[in-house]
């Protein structure tokens, strides 16, 4: 089960990247989530067994996709980190 937690946050962060290209559009998010429903859809066997091979190769899988994705698109992930150390707090 931790192996399909692992992919579930892995497609949320490319999710992420790949809306903030489209400004975070509905139509664009409707697309992404028809194309992961459809995906499962096709592997549901493998998915509802429990096939703990094919849950695991998911996982990694998914992850580092999630890991390159961060990589090349590291301003869009940690921009707000770098401009927040950047300027001093007041308060």
């Known amino acids: 089960m931790a192996f399909f937690g692992l992919g579930l946050v892995s497609l949320s962060i490319m999710a992420y990247a790949v809306l903030a290209e489209y400004e975070f559009n509905v139509l664009g998010a409707t697309l992404f989530h028809l194309a992961i429903n459809l ?48 300027t001093p707090s007041t308060g």
Do not use: E, H, K
């Open 39 to 86: 995906t499962a859809a096709l592997v549901a066997g493998f998915v509802l067994s429990f096939n703990l091979p094919f849950m695991i190769a998911y996982g990694v899988i998914a992850a580092l996709i999630a890991v390159v994705v961060v990589f090349v698109r590291r301003d869009l992930f940690f921009s707000r980190l770098a401009s927040a150390g950047a």
